[in-house]
């Protein structure tokens, strides 16, 4: 045989072991697989993102309504404004079309243009108006039919055309075509502080299933180490038991990459079932980048052999046993500091925060490269930890001595399923730190509590009295304010000057003890000053009484006169936009779906503004759920290999077990020795994993500006999990130390 | 016969008078008996007269003042007789077997027969035991040879236990 | 002779599936003397001699050591008894490999109650005792075979048991180490008073006790005690 055709028959032949093992060889292939087919299947999900969101962003640029300057009024022109909802917290894409012309331009997934009074819903909002009647009443228009999916982002997008006949070119906008891109695109790749959260999430969520996989390709290894004895015994040498094991490595690899496809597109069938928002696509979308998924064909298996190989390097399998010599290598320190330290290197830049103008420095990635490395450092060095730890531990009770005694003596097995745990929850907490950070910046607005928060701003022209007797009537509403601003410039700067009652101004700034009569300046001269209005006039209000801070909402957006209406003082006051500042009762339930209902009624371009920010803090909310989801999904994962090196290790020590017995050991002692063997790795683990993760959401939320703080209830629920897990593990092993400590056991072999 | 050669053996380290001689050979070999001053004279009369040591006698005359020598004819003897494997011994025809044979075919119970000699081997070999482990390096040995013996003719009896009723149906017409 | 006896077992029956192990066995130890269970290889002397240290329960039958009825004990009384009262020997692997040689033998005393420490200071006399004393700060797998049987008989002893359980304790040896061990486990013994079981097949070691009962078909042939 050539030496090419051996090694395939040798590769086959360990291939053949995992499957001719019998049922512990079927239990151990089925974990194999089912751990590198998790893993594999979030692997292809994250490969599947990329063309996934490309196409649904290039369907969405095919809709987008740019336009053009100076489009002349033709047969082919439109009216285009924007209607924009919410419903909850969902946004809801709307526009209003109002053909010019005979051949007006039709956007994507839509056949003919909805007349007034129609309108053309997607499919998701259909459902959901179906199944809301509060959303339903929203338009007072007839549904003529849907909007065909390459006019949507994705199966779950909301969104609808509404007919209008009532579109000026001052409210709305004149198209003569769809899909005109302009340079600038006006959404962009996203803030800096979502970019990061993204990076840093993709980091997160990969590496404990890539410390996941390295584990699993390595459960049931002490029953392979005694096959392959056997297969010593019969001649075969060292080399070939090498790759005879790597043939049962890759079996349960390649396995599992069929089950990892195989969940990959359970999961792209739920996704495109249940998803909602942005991460929802059409099956035909969710295509794994080619080069990727050719990437994890291959990677995957190939490092499962490499874990393999590299796990038998500690192992001289020898015909009549097998010899471990982890005891006699001593863990050296030096070179598992060599990651973690570019790690902190990588990350340091990150302490004075982002640089918010310049979302695309490349930051986040050195960001997520900086995590990764140190995720993966604290995977390396949890192993050194652990031993430097129990060597220095002893004494105690017996059961206590017996866990040390054990882990001293091998702490390797203990190690590889904790550095999972560690890894998972450092990542974690980072990851919620983070997303916490995010939290308190974008919601802080929500936290004041005056009167008239929420906000309408008009855009067709409805006298003012319309709208305040159809807010009065709005269930829900308790009192309504007119806002004017008038924009006024000086020196070029630009300034809003906003003439309202004490109670409605005090969104814009904190005014205690205002009253009627006086005038507050949110960076403005502090003298009497002429300002030119937009139509060549000028205006010279009353000289500010005060200078306010700005509220968080309001904050950057430069210049405000806030003036009381007693402060004009009979003035002329020049025609201003109005805005109207509600008063709502937010205890009912239905308030601001009423709120929304009135507003698009009268005008379904207005603007309702809600002053929670409500929809980026639940999408937050959301995440962390997730987060937490998957942090339990992951520690019972990381469980189930424990359990199974926990079962190993009992059954390979089951006749020193039934000599503890024969002497009189209590169970109490052997179970609380297993546990305490469980319990010291994972909470060696679990001080440094928070604090590592500590460390790291300390810096990420320094990195997105947010105040530092320590998330301890993510901290306490990931460890109670992790202590879940560990209890959880002893009480699955106690049934087969009960088993083995049988005396049965006693007998000689 | 081992006792001229160990006689003559004891003479290679130097000559020896005969009282000596006989109290060299109770120390090292006689456990059980020690020589007569008679075997003593009359061995070394035999080898004398076969050449195989001389005397060197002193003044004062006497069988008392005889000293013995040996010559190179003797250490050729010893070094032949020492390298010369011992013939095994064989005992195909045991007393035990016989009785053995002889219960089953007067129809008298064989096992009882078996179980009575093991009893008996054991009680001698818990007397070997007792012994060696109260005496020196010297008993220990010679007791252990006994003990090994013994042993082997244990396991042969525990083997013809377990095969006494195939013995049975080939020895019974 | 029976009521003499510290430890009996009457007409003990067990099988298991098919195969009965005791077919009425019936048994009976005086305190401080070495009884050989003797007998081909499944015969059953394992399996008496798990029931009388109250390992294995009997289907029928009664073991009854000082009086006690070890059958109607629950497990956690029959488990107290073999800390307290009963010591073990096997043919091997009954060291726990992650401890060392001196924690081995202070096991059974720990197991008592007995502090670290004095449980060492009387571990380590036992060791020197049994000429181990050198490889007190070794793991099992760092000494030699008759060295760990050493240290195994140093353990059953430890507690001063009134009955050691010895299950072929040289099995593993060869005939020097054997001897060595026997030796010095039998003086042991006798010095501190302790019963002994010892099960073996070969008439060498059989040979130590001070009488022989013959299992054969889960019945035992015993030997009047005759002195």
Known sequence: MTTIRRWFFELGLGARMSVAGGRAGWTRLALIAAGVGIGVAVLLSVATLPAAIAASTAREEARTDNAQEDTPKGDNTLLIGNATTMFGTESVHGRMLQPEGANPPVPPGVTTLPAPGQMIVSPALAALMRDNPLLAQRWDAEIVGTIGEQGLRGPAELAFYLGADTLTEETGERLDRFGFAVTGEDEGPGTPAMLLLSAVGIVVLLMPVMVFMASAVRFGGEARDRRLAALRLVGSDAAMTRRIAAGETLAGALLGLGVGAVLAVGAALAANRWASGALSFYLYDMRPVPALAALIVVAVPAIAVLVTLSAMR?????????????????????????????????????RNGLDQQNPSSGVEFQAAAGVALLLIGLALLLPWLVEATVDRLGGGSLAWELAIRRLQFDSGTAVRAVSGIAVSVAGVIALQGLVSGIESVVATGGTETGRFQHQILPAADVPDGTWTAALSKTPGVLDTRTIRTVHGERDGDSVAIRIADCAALSRYADLTGCADGEVYGIAVPDGRTEYQLRDETTWTPPAPTRQVA???????????????????????????????AVDLDTSRPEALEQLRNTAALLDPQALVIDPGNASVADVMRTSRQGLLAGTIVLLVLIGASMLVNVAEQLRERRRVLAVLVAFGTR???????????????????????????????????AAVDAPVTIDWFGIGTTSAVAALVVLGTTAAALPSLMRLTRPGNLRNE | MSVSFALLGLLENGPRHGYDLKRTYDDTFGRDRS??????????????????????????????????????????????????PEKPELYLQSTLYTKVVLALLTGRDAAEVLDSQRAEHLRLMRELTRRKSAGDLADELICDHALFHLEADLRWLELTAARLDRLAAQVKP | MTDQALLSAEDLHLSFGETKALDGASLHVRAGEVVALMGPSGSGKSTLLHCLAGILSPESGRVAYAGRDLTAMSDSERSGLRRGEFGFVFQ???????????????????????SRRAAHRIAGEWLDRLEVGDVAGK????????????????????????????????GALDSLNGELVMKLFIAAAKETGAAVVLVTHEARVAAWSDREAVVRDGKVREQEYAR
């Not at chain 1, 001593?330 to 990350?347: F, N």
């Not at chain 3, 091997?92 to 007995?114: M, W, Y």
């Open chain 1, 314 to 350: 500690r192992v001289v399998v020898q015909p009549l046993g097998v010899v471990r010599l982890s005891t006699t290598v001593r863990r050296r320190l030096w070179w598992r500091l060599v990651l973690p330290v570019i790690g902190v290197v990588l990350l340091w830049p990150l």
């Open chain 2, 35 to 84: 020589l007569h001053y008679g075997q003593v004279y009359s061995t070394m009369a035999r080898l004398l007269k076969n050449g195989h040591v001389e005397v060197e006698s002193e003044p004062g005359d006497g069988p008392d003042r005889k000293r013995y020598a040996i010559t190179d004819a003797g250490i050729t003897d010893v070094a032949e007789w020492i390298a010369r």
């Open chain 1, 667 to 701: 169970r109490r002692t052997l179970t609380g020795s297993v546990l305490l063997q469980a319990t010291v790795p994972v909470l060696i683990g679990m001080v440094m994993a928070v604090s590592m993760g500590s460390s790291l959401a300390a810096v990420l939320m």
């Open chain 1, 550 to 580: 700005p509220s968080a909402e309001v904050e950057g957006f430069g210049s405000m006169l806030l003036v009381t209406p007693a402060a004009l003082a009979g003035a002329k006051v020049p025609p201003a936009d109005p805005t109207f």
């Open chain 3, 139 to 170: 793991r099992p797998g760092q000494a030699s075979g008759g060295q760990g049987q050493r240290v195994a008989v140093a353990r059953a002893l430890v507690a001063k048991p009134r009955v050691v359980f010895a299950d072929e304790p040289t």
């Open chain 3, 92 to 114: 091997f692997g009954q060291l726990v490999p992650e401890l060392t040689c001196l924690e081995n033998v202070a096991l059974p005393l720990r197991l008592s109650g007995t």
